[in-house]
């Protein structure tokens, strides 16, 4: 059974910086998609960027030039760095993976809270 565990949210003040890396219980190298998302309150849950096994990123346009998604498969880790933060981006952000046996597997979340 894969988990997902999140870790790095926190405060931070707008134009700062934050990591948040997702640590999976099982190996990732056949798990081809995975990616981060995020809720803000009052909203529904979002894309924030994906990337595949062969390293192949997609981003929202409104992370784009400021998020950085990567993979790690020795590691079983996947990190979403985040630079030049908003307001905007307060959320909580979700990791996710897309396997063969479990379907869509989460995280538990991680707050991200930026301060204006």
């Known amino acids: 059974q894969v988990q997902l565990v999140e870790s790095g949210g926190g405060l931070v003040q707008a134009g700062g910086s934050l990591r948040l890396p997702c640590a999976a219980s099982v190996s990732i190298v056949s798990i081809n998609g995975m990616g981060w998302y995020r809720q803000a309150p009052g909203k529904q849950r979002e894309l924030v960027a994906t990337?595949?096994?062969?390293?192949?990123?997609n981003y929202a346009t409104s992370v784009k030039g400021r998020f950085t998604i990567s993979r790690d498969n020795a590691k079983n880790t996947v990190v979403l760095q985040m630079n030049s933060l908003k307001p905007e981006d307060t959320a909580v952000y979700y990791c996710?993976?897309?396997?063969?046996?479990?379907?869509?597997?989460w995280g538990q979340g991680t707050l991200v809270t930026v301060s204006s």
């Open positions: 990337i595949t096994s062969g390293g192949i990123t």
């Open positions: 996710n993976a897309v396997t063969v046996r479990e379907g869509w597997v």
